[in-house]
C-alpha cells in the first residue's frame, strides 16, 4: 500500500468544513486504489493518536495558541516528524501558513503535494507578513493541485506556479451519505411543505446570505437554512424586519435530516458572492441529489460545478434582484427545474464523483513516487 500523510489545521469530528470533507472522502476512496491514507491536524482535545475515522486513522496535536485564525503547536512538530518518517508521501492541505513552517522545521525530503484550496482573501496584512514563507513552500513542493480551471485561472498565486499546477475536481461519495428515510421524509415535508429552495453551509461573510435573504422581499418563496454561524442573529433579524414568515433556520443538523432535505428540496441556491468561496461543495451536493443550481459568478469553482443555462442559473454577486429572478424563473417553471437537475446530476457523475478524484490523485502520487 502507498501510504499517505495529509495535514490540515482541522478535521473530523472537531469540525466539518469542505477541505476536511475533501480529505475524508480522499481518505476513504484510497483504500479501493492501494492508498493508505493517515491525517494529521490540530486539536482543542489535546494530543490523540491513531484515532479510527471512517477506515483510516487520525492523529491530532494539542493546539497550543491561536493567531489570525492559524492554530499553532508545539507537540505537532514530533508527532509530524514520526508520522512523516512512516509516509511515502506528504499532502499539504493549503492554506495553513503553521503547515508550511512545519514542512521547512521537520525537513521533509520526501515527494510533495498540495492541494490549494483557495487564496488568502481576507487576511490582507497577514498575508503580507506570510507571502515570502508561502512563496518558499509553493516553490517546495512537486505538485500543487487545484479544483478547477476556474480558480487557476482567477487566481494570482497559481499563475506563479502554473508549471506545476494540475486540475482535480472534489468529488463526494453518494454511498457515505445516509438514505433519506420516511420518518425524516414525513418529518420535514410536514415541517416545510413539498417545494422549497435550500441553502446549506456555515454563517460567514462571503456566503451572500443577506442578499439571499433580502431578494425573498415579496415574494417569500419557502427557503431552508441549514447551518450556523457569526451572524446568525443579523440574519434573523433581517428575515424579520423584511417580514419573511418563509424563511427556515433549523441550525446545524444531523446527517439523516440533512439528506431528507436534499432529497425533497426543489433547488439549491448558493448566494456566496466572494471568491473566498472556492469551490462549492454544498452545489455538489445539489447536483449528487439531481436538484437544479443557483450560484454567483465570482470567478471561482462555483461556476465550474453549475453551468449557467444547463445546470442551473449563474447570475451576479451580491445583486438582489438577480437572485430574486433566477428563484421566480425556476419556481415558474417546473420542467426547465427538473431539466436542470438531470444535468446537473449526469455532471455530478460525469466529473465530480469521489472514485474520479481519487484516481487522478492517486496517478499523481505515482508519478511522483517514480521521479
Known sequence: MLKVLHLYKTYYPDSFGGIEQVIFQLSEAGSKYGVASTTLSLSKRGNIDNEKIGNHCANYAATSFEMASTPFSLSAIKRFKQLAKQADIIHYHFPYPFMDLLHFMVGIKKPCIVSYHSDIVKQKLALRIYAPLMHRF?????????????????????????????????????????????????????????????????????????????????????LVIIGSGPIENELKHLAKINELENVHFVGALPDADKAALLELCYSVVFPSHLRSEAFGITLLEGAMYGKPLISCEIGTGTSFINIHNETGIVVKPANVSALSNAMTLLWENPALARDYGKNAEKRFYDVFTSTCMTESYKEIYNELIKE
Open 138 to 222: 509553493l516553490n517546495a513542493v512537486n505538485c500543487i493541485v487545484a479544483a478547477s480551471p476556474n480558480y487557476v485561472q482567477s487566481s494570482p498565486v497559481l499563475q506563479k506556479y502554473s508549471q506545476k499546477v494540475k486540475v482535480i475536481p472534489y468529488g463526494l461519495d453518494k454511498s457515505s451519505y445516509p438514505v433519506a428515510d420516511k420518518e425524516h421524509l414525513e418529518y420535514w415535508r410536514n415541517r416545510i411543505g413539498d417545494r422549497f429552495f435550500l441553502f446549506i453551509g456555515a454563517f460567514r461573510y462571503y456566503k451572500g446570505l443577506q442578499f439571499l435573504i433580502q431578494s425573498l422581499k415579496g415574494l417569500d418563496y419557502p
